[in-house]
């Protein structure tokens, strides 16, 4: 049994492995509709029990699907819709029910925390779809992106991030140490990556460039990330940050700083940060990073219940 909480804890080889096996199984499935099982079906009889606490649509069925064409099962449950959420039930007891119904538990949450205490109290797998400081099951599925776009390991290629620092950042932080890529950061002063993370990755002997001029954030840049400026639960003065990251905006112009070949990539719902004509037009790939979520999650799912191979 492993957890797949955050990036930073888990082993590089055992990330490579992952995306390996995501590959194979991509490839495997070119001819299968969406709800056929995969061959062996090495997931048949497994429950994975689902928890939202926050919003989600690219998560929430990627994860259905995952679990379904590997021959498993999920029920999807909300925390108010419990006595956790309802009832005043503790942690320790709603992992001890849940440990009992399934065979693995996927948390999407605001704190933390929470997720540190399911892990300490389940007996199953623990994966975090997105909490405040990571979304580890994202990021990974944007390095098999970008791998298969690109054709070449993600390693050999300059990646450029511009935007909030946010959990989608502080994965791709985290990637960028565990798969060796050089990544550069553009934000506003205010909005850099703390000094936590900033001390994890010199203390990986690694180093992030941060750039508080976004021309100079995508200079030879393959490949740009980015997400909303706004997060859903963002308590800020909306108005003000939003012209706080005004001269950010990808659009054709900045673009034009990077590589000819750049590519754009966005983890989705978007805002004001990208232009239509970026969003929409034939450097960007959002749709192929969405649908690329669920065969790594199969991949990931198989890691966690000791089945990858």
């Given at each position: 049994?492993?957890?797949?909480?955050?990036?930073k804890?888990?082993?590089?080889?055992?990330l490579?492995?992952?995306i390996?096996?995501?590959?194979?199984?991509k490839?495997?499935?070119k001819?299968?509709?969406?709800l056929?099982?995969?061959?062996?079906?090495?997931?048949?009889?497994?429950?994975?029990?689902?928890?939202?606490?926050?919003?989600?649509?690219?998560?929430?069925?990627?994860f259905?699907?995952?679990?379904?064409?590997?021959?498993?099962?999920t029920l999807?449950?909300?925390?108010?819709?419990?006595?956790?959420g309802?009832?005043?039930e503790?942690?320790?007891?709603?992992?001890?029910?849940?440990?009992?119904?399934?065979?693995?538990?996927m948390l999407?949450?605001?704190?933390?925390?929470?997720?540190?205490?399911?892990?300490?109290?389940?007996?199953?797998?623990?994966?975090n779809?997105?909490?405040p400081?990571?979304?580890?099951?994202?990021?990974?599925s944007?390095?098999?992106?970008?791998?298969e776009?690109?054709?070449?390991?993600?390693?050999?290629?300059n990646?450029?991030w511009?935007?909030?620092?946010?959990?989608?950042?502080?994965?791709?932080?985290?990637?960028?140490?565990?798969?060796?890529?050089?990544?550069?950061?553009?934000?506003?002063?205010?909005?850099?990556?703390?000094?936590?993370?900033?001390?994890?990755?010199?203390?990986?002997?690694?180093?992030?460039f941060?750039?508080?001029?976004?021309?100079?954030?995508?200079?030879?840049?393959?490949v740009?990330?980015s997400?909303?400026?706004?997060?859903?639960?963002?308590?800020?003065n909306?108005?003000?940050?939003?012209?706080?990251?005004?001269?950010?905006?990808i659009?054709?112009?900045?673009m034009s700083?990077?590589?000819r070949?750049?590519?754009?990539?966005h983890c989705?719902?978007?805002?004001?940060?990208?232009s239509?004509?970026?969003?929409l037009g034939?450097?960007?790939?959002?749709?192929?990073?969405?649908?690329?979520?669920?065969?790594?999650?199969?991949?990931?799912?198989?890691?966690?219940?000791?089945?990858l191979?």
């Amino acid at each position: 049994m492993k957890h797949f909480i955050n990036l930073k804890d888990i082993p590089a080889k055992d990330l490579k492995k992952i995306i390996t096996d995501a590959k194979k199984r991509k490839k495997l499935r070119k001819n299968l509709n969406t709800l056929e099982v995969d061959k062996g079906a090495p997931l048949k009889g497994k429950m994975l029990i689902q928890m939202f606490e926050k919003a989600s649509s690219r998560t929430r069925i990627s994860f259905y699907l995952a679990i379904k064409q590997l021959g498993g099962g999920t029920l999807t449950l909300r925390s108010n819709e419990l006595h956790l959420g309802q009832g005043g039930e503790s942690i320790a007891d709603t992992a001890k029910i849940l440990s009992t119904y399934g065979d693995g538990f996927m948390l999407r949450t605001d704190s933390d925390e929470k997720v540190e205490s399911f892990k300490n109290h389940l007996t199953i797998p623990v994966i975090n779809g997105l909490s405040p400081s990571s979304h580890p099951t994202q990021v990974l599925s944007d390095v098999f992106t970008v791998e298969e776009i690109k054709k070449k390991p993600i390693s050999k290629l300059n990646i450029c991030w511009i935007g909030d620092s946010n959990n989608v950042l502080d994965s791709l932080i985290a990637a960028s140490v565990k798969f060796s890529f050089k990544l550069s950061i553009g934000c506003p002063k205010k909005f850099e990556p703390g000094k936590e993370v900033k001390t994890w990755v010199k203390k990986n002997n690694k180093k992030i460039f941060i750039y508080n001029d976004p021309k100079k954030a995508v200079k030879g840049a393959d490949v740009i990330f980015s997400d909303k400026v706004i997060s859903l639960n963002d308590k800020v003065n909306k108005k003000k940050k939003i012209e706080q990251f005004k001269k950010f905006k990808i659009d054709k112009k900045l673009m034009s700083f990077a590589k000819r070949d750049c590519i754009f990539l966005h983890c989705l719902p978007r805002g004001s940060e990208v232009s239509d004509e970026i969003f929409l037009g034939n450097k960007s790939h959002v749709w192929q990073q969405a649908l690329n979520r669920v065969h790594v999650q199969k991949s990931i799912l198989l890691y966690c219940f000791g089945k990858l191979r």
